[in-house]
């Protein structure tokens, strides 16, 4: 790794070498020492020692103050964990957004809370053509679509209120904590030609076995072609879906 070599494309090849650094500590599997890390990661001691410091400041590294040997850290250990949690509800919803979109006849959705906030990682569409901006890698409205009105409502208040916030002016404040709570209480929303004209669209949150919100599925179509009640067949199908999907990722309603 000492020797640089010339790569396809731009990158920064600081971050890849701290990568690789850390590929090796996992691939280890047990704190190790200084040398041994350097040795198995095919660099100096002195250039493996400077990322390593890098690495400890970030989090992504810890050193045992002891032993002095070197293992993953809290962030890393965080980063993994999040990783695994949306790995898992994208497998386990992304056959549900198929199974919508077949029982239904309505393009479906699944989003997952991302750094900028309601992110579409699977779609589906339906027969009906459908002129929308929703596609895979979009980041959703909190406040103008029905899945980000899933995410506001079950979210923590604090992550909720910080994605809120510039998309609020003070005199919605109190229309938009209204609405949230009704979403809490039916535990479904709704737009109805809101984010895009002529576009309805119903979504349902996803929840893990901590009872946290894993995800929202949502279901969206031209008005004349969808039935946005609460208690119409489209909601019906929705929450069955939806509760079914939580139940498999051990999510338990009464606990």
């Given at each position: 790794m000492d020797k640089e070599t010339p790569k396809k494309g731009f990158g920064v090849q600081s971050v890849e070498v701290g990568m690789h650094l850390l590929k090796v500590l996992m691939e280890i599997g047990r704190p190790?020492?200084?040398?041994?890390?350097?040795?198995?990661?095919?660099?100096?001691?002195?250039?493996?020692h400077r990322y390593l410091v890098s690495l400890q400041r970030s989090g992504m590294v810890e050193q045992d103050a002891a032993g002095g040997r070197y293992g993953l850290g809290e962030f890393a250990l965080n980063v993994g964990l999040s990783a695994l949690s949306q790995l898992n509800v994208v497998r386990i919803a992304g056959d549900a957004v198929a199974e919508l979109r077949n029982r239904t006849d309505q393009s479906c959705l699944l989003a997952v809370w991302g750094s900028h906030g309601p992110t579409i990682v699977r779609m589906s569409e339906g027969s009906k053509p459908l002129v929308t901006t929703a596609r895979v890698g979009v980041v959703l409205s909190m406040v103008n679509s029905a899945t980000?009105?899933?995410?506001?409502?079950?979210?923590?208040?604090?992550?909720?209120?910080?994605?809120?916030?510039?998309?609020?002016?003070?005199?919605?404040?109190?229309?938009c904590n209204t609405l949230l709570?009704?979403?809490?209480?039916?535990?479904?929303?709704?737009?109805?030609?809101?984010?895009?004209?002529?576009?309805?669209?119903?979504?349902?949150?996803?929840?893990?076995?901590?009872?946290?919100?894993?995800?929202?599925?949502?279901?969206?179509?031209?008005?004349?072609?969808?039935?946005?009640?609460?208690?119409?067949?489209?909601?019906?199908?929705?929450?069955?879906?939806?509760?079914?999907?939580?139940?498999?990722?051990?999510?338990?309603?009464?606990?």
């Open positions: 190790a020492m200084l040398k041994e890390l350097a040795e198995a990661a095919d660099m100096s001691a002195q250039k493996a980000g009105r899933v995410f506001a409502a079950f979210l923590p208040r604090d992550t909720a209120d910080e994605f809120l916030a510039p998309e609020l002016v003070q005199a919605d404040r109190e229309a709570a009704d979403v809490r209480i039916r535990g479904i929303s709704r737009t109805e030609g809101e984010e895009q004209a002529t576009i309805n669209a119903l979504a349902a949150p996803l929840f893990d076995h901590f009872g946290n919100i894993a995800g929202a599925l949502t279901l969206l179509g031209p008005e004349k072609h969808f039935n946005a009640s609460w208690d119409g067949p489209l909601a019906r199908e929705l929450l069955a879906v939806s509760k079914s999907v939580s139940n498999r990722l051990g999510y338990n309603e009464n606990s």
